[in-house]
């Protein structure tokens, strides 16, 4: 079977690693799919929900904040800030992060904060969405 390796590291911890048949990136452009053997390249990984198959045949979910994957030699190392299991999310943590971006929009802010606070909404969202719980505080 054609596999690669895939490791998966967050600002606290490696929250993957081992060989893969297929990993689906979120990217600025869209989602990317990645096989063996792919051809070397470096891409940015965007706040979303990654899901990687592993050899077994068995597909995970991990949502991601902004990073970047690096594919070189049949190896994909996706580095980014934060990475959590769908079943990990405490939805009362999202919902706050929500509700406190949703907050500072409504608010005067310079340029540089409003991207900020767009992102922070953005990972509070694709948390919400991504937990079987948070869907419905959307
Ligand atoms: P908050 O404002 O609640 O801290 P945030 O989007 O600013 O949210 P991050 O900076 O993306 O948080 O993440 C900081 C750490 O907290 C990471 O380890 C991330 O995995 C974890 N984390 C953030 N929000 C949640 C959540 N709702 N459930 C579980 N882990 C979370």
Redesign the pocket.
């Known amino acids: 079977m054609n596999t690669f390796f895939l490791k998966i590291i967050?600002?606290?911890k490696v929250f993957f690693e081992g060989r893969c048949q297929n990993v689906i990136l979120p990217t600025p452009d869209g989602q990317k799919g990645v096989l063996a053997h792919h051809e070397n390249m470096v891409v940015a990984v965007e706040i979303g929900e990654l899901r990687f198959q592993t050899k077994e045949g068995e597909w995970n979910t991990a949502v991601v904040?902004k990073g970047f994957a690096e594919i070189i030699n049949n190896r994909v190392s996706v580095l980014v800030?934060?990475?959590?299991r769908p079943e990990?999310?405490?939805?009362l943590?999202?919902r706050?992060?929500k509700e406190?971006a949703q907050e500072r929009l409504r608010q005067k802010q310079s340029i540089q904060e409003y991207y900020l606070s767009q992102a922070?909404l953005a990972?509070?969202m694709t948390?919400l969405r991504a937990s079987k719980s948070g869907k419905k505080y959307i």
């Open positions: 967050c600002s606290d904040s800030n934060a990475a959590e990990d999310i405490d939805v943590r999202a706050e992060a406190r922070s990972r509070a948390r």
